[in-house]
């Protein structure tokens, strides 16, 4: 990866704040985005590690965090993202290897709004581990 930052998608309110987010009536999901060199790495691989790293059969929970703005979501940028992510997505679910079938939101990525300083690198600024969550 080349550089992640941490925002808002998904919702209807421009350049949102945390706590206009946390209010849930924005429609924002919490997201990162994710910068990276596809002769590096595959989409396909962070599909892998997208789907690895988060409960994506849980809506609006993650971990401790429930709301809306934790829903299980992908913003693909083209229409080829979109197809490998439903291809990844169906793949999994017919794996067996989850105890329910995925309910994550693949959708087309409009406006991504900057989260504030404090949430960018938020784990490290904190020593804590740090974990992609797409919502």
């Not at 945390?18 to 595959?42: F, I, M, N, Q």
């Not at 197809?83 to 997505?89: D, H, K, N, P, T």
């Amino acid at each position: 990866m080349l550089a992640t930052a941490v925002g808002y998608a998904g919702g209807h309110k421009p350049n949102p704040t945390y706590e206009e987010v946390c209010s849930k009536t924005t429609g924002h999901a919490e997201t990162v985005l994710v910068e990276y060199d596809p002769t590096r790495v595959s989409y396909d691989k962070l599909l892998d590690l997208f789907w690895s790293i988060h409960d994506p059969t849980t809506p609006n929970r993650q971990g401790l965090n429930f709301g809306n703005q934790y829903r299980s979501v992908l913003f693909c940028h083209t229409p080829e993202q979109r197809r490998a992510a439903e291809e990844s997505r169906d793949r999994l679910n017919a794996s067996g290897r989850l105890r329910r079938p995925i309910v994550t939101e693949i959708i087309p990525a409009g406006a991504f709004w900057l989260a504030e300083e404090y949430h960018q690198q938020f784990s490290e600024k904190r020593g804590g581990a740090a974990c992609l969550v797409g919502g």
